[in-house]
């Protein structure tokens, strides 16, 4: 069954230095999403993705976050300067098969999750 | 209340056991989704009810909806050890982007 494949498993970086984590969404799919889960927390919403831009972004998301779609199958977030507070699970999701026909359910398909600790 | 927030926080039950958990949300929808989440795993759909529907039954799963009251539940039937889990419902609201807001989550402990 095809599925959302996240890297890294887990990062661990410095107050202040950059981090990438990368997405490989299910192929097809039109929909990317970032979501986040602080320890204990719910599930926020980051950003969406349609058609090679941002479609809506949430107020977590400000200048230190970025998201990519450079070669048509990855899907990245940066964080440019990590603070303490960005600690946190960084879920991907993918949406929609273009190919399926409207046999397309509404669920997100999320991917294991980059679990990111800032010191 | 916010968007998409469960009830209770947590529920502790003996296997063999129904587990109940409630949904409220604010504004209108257009689905309302359950996923699940074992601990530090990431999240998976279990079932979806649009906003004309009432109520859904996968497996031993049974979702309602009430629109009215703006409310939803997931009943798992006949819980198992291994259904133990965070449980998360995330509403879709109308308008051009399709994204899901979730609720705080029910962490549903069953007992063997």
């Known amino acids: 069954e095809p599925e959302v494949t996240q890297t890294p498993s887990h990062q661990v970086t410095q107050m202040g230095q950059e981090v990438i984590l990368r997405c490989v969404p299910i192929?097809?799919?039109?929909?990317f999403y970032w979501y986040r889960q602080i320890l204990g927390q719910k599930v926020e919403f980051l950003v969406s993705?349609?058609?090679?831009?941002?479609?809506?972004k949430s107020e977590i998301f400000d200048d230190q976050f970025s998201v990519e779609r450079p070669d048509g199958s990855n899907f990245t977030l940066k964080i440019r300067s990590t603070k303490l507070e960005d600690s946190a699970m960084y879920f991907c999701?993918?949406?929609?098969?273009?190919?399926?026909?409207?046999?397309?359910?509404?669920?997100?398909?999320f991917g294991e999750g980059s679990r990111l600790t800032v010191l | 209340s916010q968007q998409g927030e469960e009830d209770p926080q947590a529920l502790s039950i003996q296997e063999g056991e129904n587990a109940t958990m409630n949904c409220s949300y604010k504004t209108s929808i257009n689905n309302l989704q359950w996923y699940r989440q074992n601990s530090g795993r990431g999240l998976v759909h279990l079932i979806l009810i649009r906003s004309n529907e009432r109520e859904k039954h996968s497996g031993r799963l049974r979702v309602t909806l009430d629109t009215s009251k703006k409310s939803s539940s997931l009943l798992i039937t006949a819980s198992r050890a291994a259904d133990t889990a965070s449980y998360f419902c995330?509403?879709?609201?109308?308008?051009?982007?399709?994204?899901?807001?979730f609720g705080k989550g029910t962490l549903l402990t069953v007992n063997p």
């Open positions: 999701a993918s949406y929609f098969d273009r190919t399926s026909g409207g046999a397309n359910t509404g669920e997100l398909f």
């Open positions: 192929s097809n799919h039109l929909y």
């Open positions: 993705f349609y058609n090679n831009e941002i479609s809506e």
């Open positions: 995330a509403t879709v609201s109308g308008g051009s982007n399709y994204k899901l807001t």
